[in-house]
């Protein structure tokens, strides 16, 4: 690891300002992923930026919906009670990412910025234009078995990392970034970027903003909601497939529905079309079956993840069958 110096802060101003000077600089809270990418030099900061005494540690709840402090940690959120009966399925999502020792350090702001587990985006022999523009990308025409189907480009078939985020899709969370100015939201359908021809960009955040929170509405379906998870091994390994889902049923009768895609995809995968179909349709094997085929529509698989089509559609019949 190159050295890099030291700086904590105690208000978001002065977190803002302290980045937006140094142009070299990064926030640090958690740093379960930062500090691996700084000791295998895919990612420099001559300055870190310690914002663990910025006051975004608390979970608000209201009739409306739930605010979430970006500073919380993993743990604290898959435990709290409100998340537990009112967002199952986020409670859910996080007690199946990474080890418990990670979820006690990591927080939310820095789990849904965490960079792709690509390895040849981490492994700086390797092209990578997520890493360096224009390089060019070796997973296409490399070993590729965990790479995405859905929402790739020529420049970059890489799957999004985040177990938490694909949750917070199907739920219709608003990520709350502050920057010099004021605080503004954006949904996180927006917030998160295709790769196209510029996959080193991953999201709408500006240099010298700060994610501060993530609020969640209320709505119908959310405390009638799952996560499924399907990998390789039972614990601390990314998905291989995931499903969030969230439904509203009356009578046999699927309402509305609220779906979202994690392993297969770029970007946490929220799947319209399918939600759509499955509007105000009887609950029965006909239509699980013909919501499984229009899921995978439009897959691209690789030339080693042919499989995850087929695994994405037993995983959907699966999650909605529970």
């Known amino acids: 690891m190159r050295p890099f110096s030291y700086a904590k802060v105690k208000t978001k101003e002065q977190a803002i300002i302290t980045l937006t000077e140094d142009k070299t600089a990064a926030f640090i809270a ?22 663990n005494s910025l006051p975004l540690n608390k979970i608000e709840t209201s009739a409306t919906g739930v605010r979430i402090g970006a500073l919380c940690r993993l743990t604290e959120v898959a435990l709290h009670p409100d998340i537990q009966k009112h967002y199952p399925v986020i409670s859910q999502a996080i007690n199946q990412s990474a080890s418990p020792q990670l979820r006690n350090m990591a927080t939310v702001g820095g789990n849904l910025l965490q960079k792709v ?8 022999a390797f092209p990578c234009n997520k890493r360096t523009p224009g390089e060019g990308c070796a997973a296409i025409n490399g070993y590729n078995r965990m790479h995405a189907i859905l929402g790739t480009s020529e420049h970059c ?10 949750a917070l899709t199907a739920l219709d969370a608003i990520i709350c ?36 929170a993530v609020e969640i509405p209320n ?46 995809a770029t970007k946490p995968w929220r799947a319209w079309e399918l939600e759509e179909f499955l509007q ?10 013909f919501a499984t085929e229009l899921a ?17 559609k037993r995983a959907i019949l699966r999650a909605l069958s529970e």
């Open 177 to 212: 970034i502050q920057g010099l100015e004021k605080e503004r939201q954006i949904s996180i359908h927006e917030f998160y970027l295709l790769p196209g021809d510029t996959p080193h960009k991953e999201t709408l955040l500006k240099p010298g903003e700060l994610i501060v």
């Open 30 to 51: 958690g740093g379960t992923d930062l500090l691996g990418l700084m000791k295998d030099r895919i990612q420099t900061a001559e300055t870190l930026i310690d914002i």
């Open 117 to 124: 587990r690509c390895p040849y985006f981490r492994n700086a």
């Open 280 to 289: 105000n349709k009887p609950l029965n094997q006909n239509t699980l079956n």
């Open 219 to 264: 709505n119908n379906c959310s405390r009638n909601s799952n996560y499924l998870k399907v990998r390789d091994r039972a614990a601390y390994e990314f998905a291989l497939v995931s499903v969030a889902l969230a439904l509203e049923i009356e009578n046999r009768t699927i309402i509305t529905a609220k779906i979202a895609f994690g392993g297969v």
């Open 157 to 166: 078939i890489a799957v999004h990392p985040s177990d938490l985020a694909v």
């Open 296 to 312: 995978i529509k439009q897959a691209k698989p690789q030339q080693h993840n042919q499989f995850k089509i087929e695994l994405l």
